[in-house]
């Protein structure tokens, strides 16, 4: 009796799930009628510039490492790193008391054999020195002369001065410190006009040539572009890399440029040909490494192998596989797969 009553549940059961069955395969029926949305864009072909980038660094046009041309303690510093100075500003100074005081006994010197000299050249007129002294006080008011002059200079000498306008790249003296001749207190940095610095493989050394104008951008500066010419060009190789070093001109009137900069460069002038360029995502890679791309042919989803190229600013070169004309799947090409009917939006 009991198993009676279950056998109307057990046959409702069977038939709720024959229902939903069917629903589901209406569902994906009708899905595939409809077909799977996507977006295309239709395949044209470019003109690209062939053009190779580098990469090269800012250098200033002129640097000169200052230093004091006598000896003595670092007594004033008037600028910083960084500073704009203009040509005769005072950088730094010494202290002069020893350098006064040399300068105070030269001139004494030169004083006395001047005295000398203006007595004895009496005695010499009237013939009554002989003429072996005569030229000993010569000589002795001409060195006395010189050491003036010289004690006078150094004297001018412990004032640095800027030689020409520009930046001060980097100070390497402190307050209280001994200068010495010959070490450098400053750089002085010449950036109204800048270099770029770039580095070209020996196979390709022979297309550059002086005055060829290029494109720089620099990233440090949001992405800003220049354009100058090339200004000096290398005749000697890298020993290790095999490059030779070239330099590009740009003018800096706004001091924008600073060295070291890291930009790239490409080439302007270079010859110009046709090719199909595609979005990067576009492009699609299998499994045993073969390119391809979604296409759409008659309303339906194909795969279509291609052979790729370098890269453009617009995107992947394709250099075989495709015909202009041809729809590229460019969205929704991952719910695809090959044979799919597609509703193209």
């Not at 595609?278 to 759409?296: A, E, F, H, I």
Request: net charge positive; hydrophobic share 40%; aromatic share 6%.
């Amino acid at each position: 009796m009991k198993l009676r009553m279950k056998r109307p549940y057990f046959y409702a059961a069977i038939a709720l799930a024959m229902l939903l069955a069917s629903c589901t395969s209406k569902s994906q029926e009708m899905q595939r009628e409809q077909g799977v949305k996507v977006k295309t864009i239709s395949l044209k072909s470019d003109e690209l510039t062939a053009s190779k980038s580098y990469v090269g660094v800012v250098e200033e046009e002129t640097a000169s490492a200052l230093s004091f041309s006598v000896q003595g303690n670092v007594e004033r510093i008037y600028v910083t790193e960084g500073q704009l100075v203009n040509k005769g500003q005072l950088l730094a100074e010494l202290g002069t008391e020893n350098l006064k005081s040399a300068c105070d006994a030269a001139q004494a010197t030169l004083k006395q054999a001047q005295d000398a000299m203006s007595r004895l050249q009496q005695l010499y007129d009237n013939k009554s020195l002989p003429e072996i002294k005569y030229v000993e006080a010569q000589t002795k008011l001409d060195q006395a002369r010189s050491m003036a002059a010289i004690s006078k200079k150094n004297l001018s000498n412990s004032r640095l001065t800027a030689p020409f306008s520009g930046v001060i790249g980097k100070r390497m003296v402190d307050i209280g410190e001994n200068a010495i001749p010959g070490s450098t207190a400053f750089t002085l940095l010449d950036i109204t006009s800048v270099k770029v610095k770039v580095a070209i493989p020996e196979g390709e050394i022979s297309q550059i040539a002086i005055g060829k104008e290029a494109s720089v951008n620099i990233p440090a500066i949001g992405e800003q572009k220049f354009r100058g010419k090339i200004v000096e060009k290398g005749i000697v190789a890298h020993p290790v890399s095999h490059t030779y070093d070239i330099k590009i001109g740009l003018p800096n009137g706004d001091r924008t440029l600073m060295p070291g900069m890291v930009c790239r460069i490409w080439f302007n002038g270079d010859a110009k040909s046709s090719a199909f360029v595609l979005p990067n995502n576009v492009v699609q890679v299998s499994s045993d490494g073969q390119k391809y791309v979604w296409c759409v042919v008659n309303n339906r989803a194909k795969a279509v192998k291609i052979t790729t190229g370098g890269l453009s600013g617009q995107g992947v070169i394709v250099e075989s596989g495709l015909t202009e004309g041809d729809v590229i799947i460019s969205e929704g090409f991952q719910k695809v797969s090959e044979g799919m009917e597609v509703v193209v939006l």
